[in-house]
């Protein structure tokens, strides 16, 4: 089972916690889902994956999780800057990292 951070509590992220915590046959244990509070990144436990269908303003706080956890990024995030951009390649040097704007 793939331990999964959820950042974000709109309807993506909603839709994601739903979906792994009535899966049938569980294929992930979401260990922590984080929304308007991306501070909270910073104290969450270490999983294998984060998922980030937030805010570009979340960025800083989901890179933080990264740098610190070593979990790899799935992103859905849209309306990142050239330099946030920049951001998400240099943490695919680290650790997996795929990034499609929705």
Known sequence: ???IVIC???RMGTLIDRTAR???EPLFEVVAQVGFEVKELET???AEIII???NVAALDAVAGY???TGAALVSGTTG???EQLAVLRELGSTAP???SGN
């Open 1 to 3: 089972m793939l331990s």
């Open 8 to 10: 974000g509590t709109g």
């Open 22 to 24: 009535e899966m049938r």
């Open 66 to 68: 990264v740098r610190r």
């Open 52 to 54: 980030d269908f937030s």
């Open 80 to 82: 990142y800057s050239d």
């Open 97 to 99: 990292v795929v990034w």
């Open 44 to 46: 969450a436990p270490a």
